[in-house]
């Protein structure tokens, strides 16, 4: 059980450049991040659908800290700040124990 957000953020190629998925379950914990389209560069803007990035989030608790992608930092930002948008919803509905998740470029 628990909670999935369909967000579309605007990369390094503009509105709505890319479109994901992220879940997070009862536990207060991020349970899965997909990535649907990104039409940002290949190579650089579409980094956010490669499987370390994925891992780096997945498992995270909401309340932590997610780092960027260095060199895709525009788009991976985007998706950071997607993911706390979810995440005040999810406090705005009584949902969430934590208070807010930030990105950090590594």
Do not use: H, P, W
């Not at 990104?38 to 989030?57: E, H, N, P, R, Y």
């Not at 985007?78 to 208070?99: C, D, H, S, T």
């Amino acid at each position: 059980a628990g909670y999935v957000y369909k967000l579309a953020v605007n990369g390094f190629s503009g509105a709505g450049s890319i479109e994901f998925m992220v879940a997070f379950g009862t536990d207060g914990k991020i349970a899965g991040y997909t990535v649907i389209s990104c039409s940002d560069t290949k190579g650089i803007g579409d980094k956010v659908a490669a499987d370390s990035f994925v891992k780096s989030i997945v498992g995270k608790d909401v309340g932590a800290s997610i780092d960027t992608i260095s060199g895709s930092t525009v788009s991976s930002s985007a998706v950071v700040g997607g993911i706390g948008g979810a995440i005040k919803g999810l406090f705005q509905a009584g949902k969430a124990k934590q208070k807010r998740i930030t990105g950090n470029n590594s």
